[in-house]
């Protein structure tokens, strides 16, 4: 990516960033969550399941836990006010990394650390 495409992204994400608001399409929500579900381990072989189920143990991700988080993320899922709740929220979570001069407080307050020459 050269420099004018990376500004031209630039540009773009912050364009795009106050519309987050006026999202209204449930399958963000589902795509989002689908990256919590991303550890599916049945395609692996045996050892790796094995291994990578003492290193969850080793981390403090026991199998109960895991399934109390999923169980959780599932139930949040069918909160019809989620949608509703995440789109007005969204701006001012993603304020912070948004190379914007009305984002500067929250960048500053979360220690953003940005090279600008655009």
Known sequence: MNLHE???LISFVNEMAPT?????????????????FASFRAMSSFSERGKAAAQDIRD????EKVRRFSEAILSLRRDPN??????????????GVLLRDDCKEQQQSENSLFFRGF
Request: glycine share 8%.
């Open 6 to 8: 990376f500004s031209s």
């Open 20 to 36: 987050v608001s006026e999202l209204r399409d449930t399958g963000f929500v589902d795509y989002s969550f689908s990256n919590a």
């Open 60 to 63: 403090g991700l026991e199998p």
């Open 82 to 95: 989620l949608l509703s709740e995440l789109t007005q929220a969204g701006l001012k979570a993603i304020c």
